[in-house]
């Protein structure tokens, strides 16, 4: 079992992650007030992104030990090399793969 102190402390930090992902509303082009167009992601910032990702889980990992933390890092280590898929669509997966993570640990 996990204490309430440790819980918080990683859930704190897969948030900051999240909120920290590329492509979020703050970054787009508006075109008109009601309208934006979406750009993609870059490499270099996916990947930036994925390295801070990583580190936290393995952080995390070490922190509580809790191995649906590893399940996790291998499935977003599948999703960020999806062929086809663009960056932005990844981004936004892995974001979804972190909210199960932290949602997974607060039921621990």
């Not at 204490?3 to 970054?27: E, F, H, M, R, T």
């Amino acid at each position: 079992m996990i204490n309430y102190q440790s819980k918080q402390i990683v859930i704190d930090a897969l948030i900051k992650v999240i909120n920290a992902a590329p492509g979020l509303y703050s970054q787009r082009k508006y075109l008109y007030p009601q309208t934006y167009q979406s750009s993609d992601v870059s490499m270099q910032e996916f990947n930036i992104w994925m390295d801070y990702a990583n580190q936290i889980l393995d952080i995390s990992y070490n922190h509580i030990g809790y191995n649906a933390i590893l399940t996790t890092k291998i499935t977003i280590g599948q999703l960020s090399s999806q062929y086809g898929v663009s960056f932005m669509q990844r981004v936004d997966q892995i974001k979804q793969e972190l909210l199960n993570l932290a949602q997974l640990i607060l039921q621990y």
